[in-house]
């Protein structure tokens, strides 16, 4: 696990002393990415350089550092992540003389011998890398299928930038200072940046799945190697026991393919079905194991006794961090340091916590994500389906008049501080355009977005989610969850775990995210995964064979903090601070209608989601460089 820098002059106009500088400086930026060490590379006559920070993992050795030339000195690559399955890539490359035994190194001899794009479907694990051939001066960036891995790209016309993360292109002279307001309204919305935008103009993300193959001259070429979209498209070949048994298989090869390494790995154990599964699976395949949770003051938020109880049947060696009230008051100011571009999921704050205590033990953890994507664990999916079935008992005319009501009146709704009955009527129009919206995936972002009309916040937008969400055919279940598996996965989630996890210095697996458990998941029926109202019915079942039901069978929580009590209590300073004066001259903010949630907020409404994201984008706006 790493992180990695890009300055290409395709004119080689650049001298060896300014290439080495300004990659330099774009790879300090990441030293928290990689604690272990820094490798720079640099081509005058080509007028490239890569930069590369390390967190040794595999092979900490000399042998193991980057950026790393392929057996014939042909290929430079730069690479962030992890391929799991490396040792068996190694065996099916007999005759190379290998200097060491990192995952790099097999990656660069197996790029040699296939080419990039013959050697993607082989690779089961997280990455994103910078190929280099030094032949052809052909550049190739490369992202792993669901985005674990982040990669930003800025390609003008003559410098081309990547890294990755923003703040290191933000690091060189050329990067573009330009907001794209389309995406701060995004934020206020959803609470993250839709890739491949980023919170700036002109500088993009490459697409999870993709390649980006860029020659000297200039020309650019993209294309997609994996797309869930695909996946999604197949269907069971087996019966439900015979599918539960191969996930069964796939999950086990998973988790013991993600504890190889060469420092110690723990489990990061929340309670929920989807960490405890995989610390049972990792007990099974290890001698000892350390797990590790967060315990949060509040009512409804710490689950930290339910871990502690399924840790000591498990035999784990168990750390509680405990965050109390005064450790939260500093919280606030520091989270918002360690955002690369805004974001607004308060559940990162846990996840920092967590993989900050974790990282004094640990080099790696391994944890559930992506358990609610694919075997439909989100409440979003009841309320989104109780909209749709009532949505289609609605004769079509009554939800035409329905919709034009909604647009009319939902809007203005939103202006009014005031409530109605207890509630806001933006919230009646808000329903009535659910139950009225023209299909699935437009009634599902209004079910995952704080409010429809971010325009209304954020100066210069438009309030239109561009590009909007694909309609997915198909049972309505299995729709929802391609859904989040194309946005809210990869925008939200694995950013949250990469940032999280990188700004502790700690390398963060997933094994339900494991290529094959995907394959699998992506092809089971509806009823396995959202069965009558409750989900996760396959991974209920596969748990309960490990674990005793009565110490996991209870409500989903979701790893969340209790965020209006923070905000109103010690972290109200904080924040009247970013919502005063200086918000008026910023030029990215209606600053009414943000002062009147935050009034409606104190006094007792439930304005904290939209609030907290206005709050870390006004935070990041204030310490990064200037943004027009």
């Not at 590379?41 to 392929?70: F, K, N, T």
């Not at 439900?240 to 069964?248: G, R």
């Not at 709704?413 to 808000?430: D, K, L, N, Q």
């Not at 697996?509 to 989900?535: C, I, K, Q, Y």
Request: glycine share 10%.
């Amino acid at each position: 696990m790493c992180g990695f820098t890009l300055f290409w002059d395709r004119s080689a106009g650049t001298t060896r002393d300014d290439l080495q500088a300004r990659v330099a400086r774009m790879t300090r930026t990441l030293e928290h990415r990689g604690p272990d060490g820094e490798g720079l590379w640099i081509e005058p006559a080509a007028g490239i350089a890569l930069g590369h920070r390390r967190l040794a993992v595999r092979d900490l050795s000399e042998a193991g550092s980057q950026p790393m030339h392929s057996p014939s000195g042909r290929w430079v690559l730069a690479f962030n992540g992890e391929v799991y399955n490396h040792e068996e890539l190694r065996r099916s490359l007999a005759g190379e003389h290998w200097r060491g035994h990192s995952d790099t190194e097999v990656l660069a001899a197996l790029i040699e011998k296939r080419g990039v794009e013959g050697s993607l479907p082989a690779l089961r694990g997280m990455f994103a890398f910078a190929a280099f051939d030094t032949h052809e001066r052909v550049l190739w960036l490369v992202r792993d299928r669901l985005g674990q891995k982040p990669l930003y790209l800025q390609a003008g016309s003559r410098e081309l930038l990547a890294a990755s993360e923003l703040r290191a292109l933000q690091a060189d002279p050329a990067c573009r200072t330009r907001l794209d307001r389309e995406s701060l309204a995004c934020i206020v919305a959803r609470g993250y940046v839709r890739q491949p935008k980023t919170i700036l103009d002109g500088v993009e993300q490459v697409a999870p799945g993709s390649w980006v193959r860029i020659e000297a001259e200039g020309k650019v070429t993209r294309g997609r190697w994996w797309s869930v979209e695909a996946a999604a498209s197949e269907t069971a070949a087996a019966t439900y026991e015979e599918s539960l048994d191969a996930l069964e298989g796939a999950l086990g090869d998973a988790v013991a393919l993600r504890a190889r390494a060469d420092v110690p790995v723990g489990v990061l154990l929340s309670g929920g079905i989807d960490s405890t599964l995989i610390a049972a699976l990792m007990v099974e395949r290890a001698e000892r194991v350390r797990s590790f949770t967060v315990a949060v003051e509040g009512e409804g938020f710490d689950e930290s006794d339910d871990a502690l109880a399924i840790a000591r049947h498990l035999g784990t060696d168990h750390t509680t961090l405990v965050l109390d009230r005064l450790a939260v008051r500093s919280l606030a100011e520091e989270i918002a340091k360690l955002q690369d571009e805004p974001f607004g999921d308060a559940s990162f704050v846990p996840t920092w916590l967590i993989s900050r205590e974790a990282r004094r033990h640990v080099t790696v953890a391994v944890g559930g994500d992506g358990g609610d994507e694919f075997f439909g664990g989100y409440a979003h999916y009841g309320r989104a389906l109780e909209a749709y079935d009532l949505a289609r008992r609605v004769p079509r005319g009554i939800r035409r008049a329905g919709a034009a009501v909604g647009r009319r009146f939902e809007r203005g709704s939103e202006r009014a501080p005031y409530r109605v009955m207890g509630t806001h009527p933006s919230r009646t129009f808000r329903r009535v355009r659910q139950i009225t919206s023209p299909g699935l995936a437009e009634l599902y972002a209004r079910c995952v977005s704080s409010t429809a009309h971010p325009d209304l916040y954020v100066m210069g937008s438009s309030g239109v989610l561009d590009p909007p969400l694909p309609r997915v055919p198909g049972h309505p279940v299995r729709a929802l969850m391609t859904l989040d598996r194309m946005d809210f996965l990869p925008n939200d989630i694995l950013v949250k775990t990469d940032r999280a996890g990188m700004a502790a210095g700690l390398e963060l697996r997933a094994p339900l995210l494991d290529m094959e458990v995907v394959r699998l998941a992506s092809t089971f029926d509806a009823e396995w995964t959202w069965d009558g109202g409750t989900g996760k019915r396959a991974l209920r079942d596969l748990l309960a064979k490990h674990v005793p039901s009565p110490l996991w069978d209870r409500p989903k929580r979701g790893f969340a903090v209790p965020l209006a009590d923070w905000l109103r209590g010690p972290w109200r300073p904080w924040a009247e601070d970013l919502l005063g004066p200086t918000l008026d001259g910023a030029g990215w903010w209606h600053t009414g209608p943000v002062r009147a949630r935050w009034r409606e907020f104190l006094a007792g409404w439930p304005n904290e989601v939209i609030l907290w994201r206005v709050l870390q984008a006004e935070a990041w706006r204030r310490r990064g460089p200037a943004i027009t």
